[in-house]
């Protein structure tokens, strides 16, 4: 069964940083690329950012880049999101998602998401 | 990356059909054959619900259909049941592993 788990969310003040987890079972989890999607308090969902399986192509939304980094551990079948500079528009919950195997483009598993809350 | 357009709202009866839009533009959905339909229970994780425009994954009820005319997706949901009250949020591959998202669209059954 594939489980997909974040952990890491928590309050954070702006200008702080916070790491973002997703421990990932039930794949083979170097085969897939993953993303972050984000959904602010009562709003749609917003793709953060997506990296290969191997971890050498990672792409960010405009409003994070530089500020995020996604990353991923194949050896222990997690994936990151460092955030920096957190601002209070990043308030949201975070969900990581699994891809499916190219030609295909869309998230076939998702986390039950991780609260960001960013206030000072 | 501008989200994509969908109606905040819909509504039906119990039976009853309904259609949510979701309009982008040529460099998103009116470029690509790959607009997928996620529906959202409240506090619960996005469920796939139809991929590749109109392909629906086992297990998804037949009374959800997708479609694409131009820059804007449809996803119709007929016989309505009270279960498919949930939000509901379309996206579509941007190239290069980017995508973009919708609003999402709150479905009420009345």
């Known amino acids: 069964e594939v489980q997909l788990l974040e952990s890491g969310g928590g309050l954070a003040q702006p200008g702080g940083s916070l790491t973002l987890s997703c421990a990932a079972s039930?794949?083979?989890?170097?085969?897939?690329?993953m993303i972050w999607v984000r959904q602010p308090p009562g709003k749609g969902l917003d793709w953060v950012s997506s990296?290969?399986?191997?971890?050498?192509?990672?792409l960010y939304s405009d409003s994070v880049k530089g500020r995020f980094t996604i990353s991923r551990d194949n050896s222990k079948n997690t994936l990151y999101l460092q955030m920096n500079d957190l601002r209070a528009d990043d308030t949201a919950i975070y969900y990581c998602?699994?891809?499916?195997?190219?030609?295909?483009?869309?998230?076939?598993?998702w986390g039950q998401g991780t609260p960001v809350p960013v206030s000072s | 990356q501008s989200a994509l357009t969908q109606p905040r709202s819909v509504s039906g009866s119990p039976g009853q059909s309904v259609t949510i839009s979701c309009t982008g533009t040529?460099?998103?959905?009116?470029?690509?054959?790959?607009v997928s339909w996620y529906q959202q229970y409240p506090g619960k994780a996005p469920k796939l619900m139809i991929h590749?425009?109109?392909e629906r994954p086992s297990g998804v009820p037949d009374r959800f259909s997708g479609s694409k005319s131009g820059n804007t997706a449809s996803l119709t949901i007929s016989g309505l049941q009270t279960e498919d009250e949930a939000h509901y949020h379309c996206?579509?591959?941007?190239?290069?592993?980017?995508?973009?998202f919708g609003g999402g669209t709150n479905l009420t059954v009345l």
């Open positions: 990296i290969s399986g191997g971890g050498g192509n990672k």
């Open positions: 590749d425009v109109n």
């Open positions: 996206s579509s591959y941007t190239g290069r592993s980017t995508w973009v």
């Open positions: 039930g794949f083979t989890f170097i085969n897939y690329d």
């Open positions: 040529s460099n998103d959905v009116g470029r690509y054959n790959y």
């Open positions: 998602a699994k891809k499916v195997l190219s030609p295909g483009y869309h998230f076939d598993y």
